[in-house]
């Protein structure tokens, strides 16, 4: 198995985010490895036979990444502490734009990460039913290992007793 130097953390800035961050930079601390945190902002492409888009779609789409951009900017920051406490071995942070899990397998390709570590719960509802569990496609395609953990686990314990 390759020595795991890079790990790479989908975010996507809901209440789970912190929980899914912390796990990943407490395993990327474990390795001395590097932290990459990325958010994708799914395109409206993806949404056109649903809707007929609005004449100002492109401004629309290009201030929704600026928004990103400048939440994983805020966000990277607030969890600045935690990632030193870890001991990580540096953090990057970038937002992409298109199919979510597409541009997380491109990005894990491109950037010879090692290991995946990202949430088994983000869209929910009418939004899972159309686009498919993003984990699911993450883990049946990536090139590296993938973690899966699941934010809500301690509720599920709870809910058991």
Known sequence: MQEI???????DFS???EKIASAAAY???TFKAELH??????????YSGFFVPPVNLPNLEAELF????????????ENKSTFENYEVQGVTSEVLSGDVAEE?????????IHLIVMGTHGY???????????ADKVVKTACCPVMTINPYRTECEEKQK
Do not use: C, H, W
Request: proline share 2%; glycine share 6%.
């Open 104 to 112: 997380i397998l491109d990005y894990a390709k491109k950037n010879d």
């Open 15 to 17: 209440d789970n985010a």
């Open 37 to 46: 945190l990325i958010f994708v902002a799914q395109n409206f492409e993806d």
């Open 66 to 77: 600026e928004s990103a951009k400048q939440r994983m900017v805020t966000f990277t920051e």
């Open 5 to 11: 130097k890079k790990v790479l953390t989908p975010i």
């Open 124 to 134: 929910k509802g009418l939004e899972r039913i159309m686009f498919g569990s993003v």
């Open 27 to 29: 395993i990327a601390g």
